[in-house]
Structure formats: C-alpha cells, structure tokens
C-alpha cells in the first residue's frame, strides 16, 4: 500500500454559513498556497430541526433556531501543520469574526496518514 507517514499533515474543516462569500475564500486560500479543496453542501441540525412540521416543541423554538441560511457549505483540506495560521487568518480577513452568529466554525484535526495526496 502506498501509504505515507502523517508528515504533521492537518485535516482542516470550515462550515461555512455565508456562503455568499465561498469564492473569495477559495481564492485567497489560492493566494496563500492553499490549492486544493473539497467542498460540500450540509445543513445544520438547527435549520434540519426548523422544516419539521409544527409540533408542540419545533413550534415554541422555531423563532430561536431559524437563520436567514438555507445551507452551508462544508470545505475540507489537507494543509501542512505550517500553513494552518495562515488559513486561520484568510478566514477570519475574508468571513470576520467566528463568533458572530451565523458566520461559520473552524477547526483542524491531526492525521495519522494521507493516501492520494500529492
């Protein structure tokens, strides 16, 4: 098997909820070395939760976990440990501030090995 060593390969998620801004992120990730990507669609459980039909509990809560967001986007990608501060810092200069509602989340993971990565 052509499996490689983990190399400080790190595995970086950003869920995305305004999407509007998807391009420019993807390009200035291109600006800073950042060439390959994958990208999702998803739904968070909150919005999932709100297309229920009324009940007695989703009608109460309702007003409280819809967001003018249909969808997010999900971004994956395999980064060296190295690049994860400038990844960090694309997002926040092109999405703002994570903690602001309704913006996004960030995270990364270590990996044990990469496979079909180049």
């Not at 070395?33 to 999702?40: E, M, N, Q, R, Y």
């Not at 939760?49 to 003018?68: G, H, Q």
């Not at 926040?92 to 044990?112: E, K, R, W």
């Amino acid at each position: 098997m052509s499996e490689k060593k983990n190399d400080n390969k790190i595995l970086v998620i950003m869920i995305l909820n305004k999407t509007e801004l998807l391009d420019e992120l993807l390009l200035e990730f291109t600006n800073v070395g950042i060439d390959s990507a994958t990208v999702l669609n998803s739904v968070g459980m909150a919005q999932q939760l709100s297309s229920l039909e009324d009940t007695r509990i989703i009608s109460t809560i309702r007003p409280f976990i819809t967001s003018d967001h249909s969808e997010n986007k999900m971004i994956f990608t395999i980064v060296d440990e190295s690049q994860v501060e400038t990844i960090r810092k694309v997002v926040n200069d092109v999405i703002g501030d994570l903690s602001n509602p309704d913006t996004g989340v960030l995270f990364a993971l270590p990996t044990l090995f990469t496979e079909g990565f180049h």
